[in-house]
């Protein structure tokens, strides 16, 4: 053990897997690349989804009250996360020329890239300050294939594409690649692409 006892590297260690939840406002359908999908209890199953409230998903999920978790596969490519997590579906389609599957509750089921869904109903919200969390039981649930799950591991791992970084100087941002030229990345820093804050980007060597 080292004389450091508040290293947040230890936070990385935590396992996790990678979820589309999609959503309907009404007027289309919406779909955003989460972490935080747990289940939190048994008999009966609860289900609790974290969501940044600066995602369009967060407003139109508390006012719902419904959501799909899409569980995504080892076989998802790079452009699932393009589509789903850099983009916002307040002035996008995520769905624009994609015709999705639907569950009983009438949202959106990825045609491809998941080896199971389930369908939550908000039973209760709570108020985390930058996100709300989201407990759920469930209404619908089934398994679409025995591919293996995607973990956050495995998208660092395997799915994130590497920058040719070499030649500048700056940061790179350890969820999506973005990469920032400048000698001092700024403290309150939010990455374009994937909302991460400077604290999840590191120095290009
Ligand atoms: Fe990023």
């Known amino acids: 053990m080292s004389n450091n006892k508040m290293n ?3 936070l990385f260690q935590i396992g996790y897997g990678l979820y589309v939840v999609t959503s309907n406002d009404g007027k289309k359908d919406n779909g955003l690349i989460v972490n935080t999908v747990i289940q939190v209890t048994n008999t009966p199953e609860k289900i609790a989804v ?3 409230k600066q995602n369009y998903s967060h407003d139109t999920i508390k006012e719902t009250g419904v959501m799909n978790v899409n569980c995504l596969t080892v076989e998802a490519p790079f452009k699932v996360f393009e589509a789903f ?3 916002s579906g307040r002035n996008t389609d995520k769905f624009a020329g994609c015709s999705p599957e639907r569950s009983a509750n009438g949202l959106a089921v990825l045609p491809r890239y998941i080896n199971a869904y389930i369908s939550l109903k908000v039973e209760q919200y709570i108020d985390l300050g930058t996100h709300g969390m989201f407990i759920c039981s469930i209404t619908e649930a089934d398994v679409i294939s025995d591919k293996e ?6 998208y660092h791992k395997n799915v994130k594409p590497k920058p040719e970084t070499k030649t500048v100087k700056g940061y ?3 969820i999506c690649g973005y990469v920032y030229e400048g000698e001092e990345l700024p403290a309150d820093f939010v990455c374009p692409l ?3 804050g400077a604290s999840d980007f590191e120095p290009i060597k």
């Open 149 to 154: 799950s995607m973990t956050y591991a495995y």
């Open 85 to 87: 997590g850099f983009v």
């Open 194 to 196: 994937c909302k991460h």
């Open 8 to 10: 947040m590297s230890a």
């Open 172 to 174: 790179v941002c350890k």
């Open 50 to 52: 974290t969501i940044n």
